[in-house]
């Protein structure tokens, strides 16, 4: 009996210390190789650089040689492949500059090595899903501790995986330091998409925390990328290491080098220079419009194509109604005659200005300092909005104008047409009308016959009530 009773209990032993040695085995050894995979997503050939740099159009080798050197290059090329240190970095610019081009040809000269790279997202889920990939890192999703009791940390929150996910990096990041002496690169594309609100800002907060904290110790360099302001305007705040980098347009002469280079590539023939400085008169040094333009036939017609499409997409979110709207429409039409209003304004203070054109530079957008801005529109609410959909730029130094050179061509042909001005003043004049009718008030007197009169008087009170009383002739017909 004792006999039985000793060999279950040793049994039971066996298999219970077994069991526990089993799962502490499979527990140390998955932070072991979280670790390893968080690691090998910053060792060169990083696959999510062959594919967006297969997207953006970018050469590999053996044309190593980018179309478009700029000279802000030289700068992302130094922060990226790490001798330049101590600091975290915005770059603003307009959409379709060249922001995420100039990322991925630097992180090409590495072959990706140190660097991971990722598309924001308004959704935190999805945010810390594209995170997750970008580290190799699976949030503990495919941890099955639970067999030996031990519960995962997977119960949480999108903001909570990704601290997790901060954490873990930093653990690598010490090590990569150590070894290589230069930080880790993490490159978030498209921070705007973030939404502006409390969980966005709660967001952004911790990944400048991060930013910053990892700065002062060079561990990791971290670079946010926009192409609006309010997210200069939210990293402001705490900001004591960041640095901002403004990308704008391209130059005449490099816009002009830039689109013969494209048209060679596209169709081998050599354009007439007086061609290619009507394209830029036309579209500016933005390179995705100079890209548009390379690829088709007839690149004066594109051009002006490309200007009718800004013009649209402007009056779609911005046109006027005039004196017969009606009053239910006033909140949107306030935001339109506003944007309205600052065309205008840029239009009128083109004519001001004594250079408007460059020989060297090529165009010379008229602009207002955004407290003159929201002067003139007399909202300091719509600016940002306008931003955001890409009609007007807040530039980073804090400078509005019109998003581009067709956009403020489109501009100039509507506030030209007959009768645009006198047609958004009576805009103006109805919305002031209506707001007029929403501060009046208006008392209906009833009954008020055979020469009844309302006696109306402010007796003293503690409360100051106003006391009305109907006084009705008496009736002399019995």
């Not at 935190?124 to 990939?133: D, N, Q, T, Y």
């Not at 952004?204 to 946010?224: D, G, H, K, P, Y």
Request: charged share 30%; with cysteine.
């Amino acid at each position: 009996m004792g006999e039985a009773a000793a060999t279950t209990l040793a049994s039971v032993l066996v298999l219970g210390v077994g069991f526990a040695g089993a799962g502490y085995v499979y527990h140390r050894s998955y932070k072991y190789l979280q670790l390893k995979k968080i690691e090998n997503a910053f060792e060169p050939g990083d696959p999510v650089l062959v594919l967006a740099a297969v997207a953006k159009d970018i050469p590999a080798p053996p044309n190593a040689q980018h179309w478009v050197m700029r000279e802000e290059q030289a700068k992302i090329d130094k922060i990226i492949n790490g001798s330049d240190q101590g600091h975290y970095h915005l770059i603003m610019g307009e959409k379709g500059c060249g922001k995420s081009s100039m990322l991925l040809e630097a992180m090409r000269k590495i072959d990706g090595e140190g660097c991971a790279m990722f598309e924001a997202h308004a959704d935190l889920e999805i945010f810390r899903i594209r995170l997750g990939k970008a580290l190799d890192y699976e949030f503990h999703e495919d941890y099955i501790g639970a067999y030996f009791s031990e519960r995962g940390p997977r119960e949480s929150t999108a903001l909570l995986d990704i601290e997790r996910a901060m954490n873990k990096l930093e653990k690598v990041a010490l090590l990569h330091r150590a070894k290589k002496n230069k930080p880790l690169i993490i490159i978030i594309n498209q921070t705007h998409l973030i939404r502006d609100d409390d969980d966005g800002k709660d967001l952004l907060e911790l990944l400048q925390q991060r930013a910053e904290q990892w700065a002062a110790s060079n561990l990791v360099t971290m670079i946010f990328n926009t192409d609006d302001y309010w997210v200069y305007e939210r990293l402001k705040q705490l900001a004591t290491r960041m640095e901002v980098m403004s990308i704008t347009d391209l130059p005449k002469q490099q816009a002009i080098t830039a689109l013969q280079k494209y048209r060679q590539r596209y169709f081998a023939e050599e354009v007439d220079k007086s061609i290619l400085e009507q394209v830029y008169d036309r579209v500016g040094g933005r390179l995705s419009f100079l890209n548009r333009v390379a690829k088709s036939h007839n690149m004066l017609a594109t051009c002006d194509r490309i200007k009718e499409l800004e013009k649209t997409w402007f009056l779609n979110q911005c046109w006027i109604l005039g004196s017969e709207m009606d009053d239910d429409v006033m909140d949107q039409q306030k935001w339109a005659s506003a944007a309205m209003v600052l065309a205008l304004a840029l239009v009128d203070k083109e004519e001001e200005m004594e250079l408007t054109y460059d020989v060297e530079k090529g165009h010379v957008l008229p602009t207002y300092a955004m407290h003159k801005a929201q002067e003139i529109m007399t909202r300091a609410d719509f600016i940002r909005d306008l931003d955001r959909l890409n009609l007007f730029t807040i530039t980073s130094t804090a400078q509005v104008r019109a998003s581009s050179v067709p956009m403020h061509r489109a501009f100039k042909e509507i506030c030209a047409e007959d009768g645009f001005r006198q047609f958004l003043q009576d805009t103006l004049d109805r919305i002031a009308a209506i707001e007029s009718l929403g501060r009046t008030r208006e008392l209906v007197a009833k009954d008020l016959v055979l020469g009844g009169k309302y006696h109306i008087s402010k007796p003293m009170s503690w409360n100051g009530r106003v006391e009305v009383k109907l006084e009705q002739k008496e009736n002399d017909e019995k």
